[in-house]
């Protein structure tokens, strides 16, 4: 008999008097969900709360203007303050698209907090050296100043979290030079191609993705892709 549908509750806290949406459902370890483009619950995020404690976060200054989230650090702070007010110590992180680059910073400034990392057709990280620029408005909206990019390279590079990426077959986001930079950047790094899936991976294959995400956050250490390696999920 398969598990009822997780309800969500809907609310919002206040950070530095910034007002941030959350959704939340389940029990047990904790996923805290951060998307681009205003907060959406979906399958995917139903099946996953039937296992784990899961909060999904409407970022501020992803998908729409950042107003007093200055930059990305500011953008840090006030996430990790959003979870720790709900009474969150030790949480993993999923990302959509543009989210992915938030996360990856949060877990850089709490890796004790942070335990993995899942992003969803990531994009491409913004730095100079890096990776490819981002013209659109939602990217602009997420890096408003590149000062920090060097410090930000450098803390990737020696970042131990481990950290699964999932694309879809069919997608158009994420390019192969954008892969390829989580790669050589990222020394815990998984890697899976989700056949038949395009941007929208979670919405498209919500079985897929929660079973994966899953795998990987159960696993840990033991999960089967390799940092060189990838496999493509039927």
Same mark, same amino acid.
């Given at each position: 008999?398969? =598990?009822?549908?997780?309800?969500?509750?809907?609310?919002?806290?206040?950070?530095?008097?910034?007002?941030?949406?959350?959704?939340?459902?389940?029990?047990?370890?904790?996923?805290?969900?951060?998307?681009?483009?205003?907060?959406?619950?979906?399958?995917?995020?139903?099946?996953?709360?039937?296992?784990?404690?899961?909060?999904?976060?409407?970022?501020?200054?992803?998908?729409?203007?950042?107003? #007093?989230?200055?930059?990305?650090?500011?953008?840090?702070? =006030?996430?990790?303050?959003?979870?720790?007010?709900?009474?969150?110590?030790?949480?993993?992180?999923?990302?959509?698209?543009?989210?992915?680059?938030?996360?990856? #910073?949060?877990?850089?400034?709490?890796? =004790?907090?942070?335990?993995?990392?899942?992003?969803?057709?990531?994009?491409?990280?913004?730095?100079?050296?890096?990776?490819?620029?981002?013209?659109?408005?939602?990217?602009?909206?997420?890096?408003?100043?590149?000062?920090?990019?060097?410090?930000?390279?450098?803390?990737?590079?020696?970042?131990?979290?481990?950290?699964?990426?999932?694309?879809?077959?069919?997608?158009?986001?994420?390019?192969?030079?954008?892969?390829?930079?989580?790669?050589?950047?990222?020394?815990?790094?998984?890697?899976?191609?989700?056949?038949?899936?395009?941007?929208?991976?979670?919405?498209?294959?919500?079985?897929?993705?929660?079973?994966?995400?899953?795998?990987?956050?159960?696993?840990?250490?033991?999960?089967?892709?390799?940092?060189?390696?990838?496999?493509?999920?039927?």
């Amino acid at each position: 008999m398969s =598990k009822p549908a997780a309800v969500f509750s809907q609310s919002s806290i206040e950070v530095d008097g910034f007002p941030i949406l959350y959704g939340e459902a389940g029990q047990g370890d904790a996923l805290v969900c951060l998307q681009d483009g205003g907060l959406r619950l979906s399958k995917a995020h139903e099946l996953m709360a039937q296992r784990r404690h899961l909060i999904a976060f409407e970022t501020p200054g992803v998908g729409r203007p950042l107003t #007093r989230a200055t930059s990305l650090t500011d953008l840090v702070h =006030k996430m990790h303050a959003a979870v720790s007010s709900i009474g969150i110590d030790r949480f993993s992180i999923m990302a959509n698209s543009y989210a992915a680059e938030l996360a990856l #910073r949060m877990a850089i400034a709490q890796p =004790k907090q942070v335990q993995a990392v899942v992003l969803l057709a990531p994009a491409a990280i913004r730095t100079e050296r890096l990776a490819p620029r981002i013209s659109s408005e939602m990217g602009a909206a997420m890096h408003p100043a590149a000062a920090s990019d060097d410090e930000f390279e450098v803390s990737l590079a020696n970042l131990e979290t481990p950290v699964l990426a999932l694309i879809g077959t069919d997608n158009h986001v994420t390019s192969s030079a954008a892969v390829q930079v989580y790669r050589d950047k990222l020394r815990n790094f998984h890697l899976v191609m989700v056949y038949g899936t395009g941007d929208a991976i979670d919405a498209e294959r919500p079985e897929a993705v929660a079973a994966l995400v899953d795998d990987f956050l159960t696993r840990g250490e033991s999960f089967i892709v390799r940092n060189k390696s990838d496999i493509i999920y039927p």
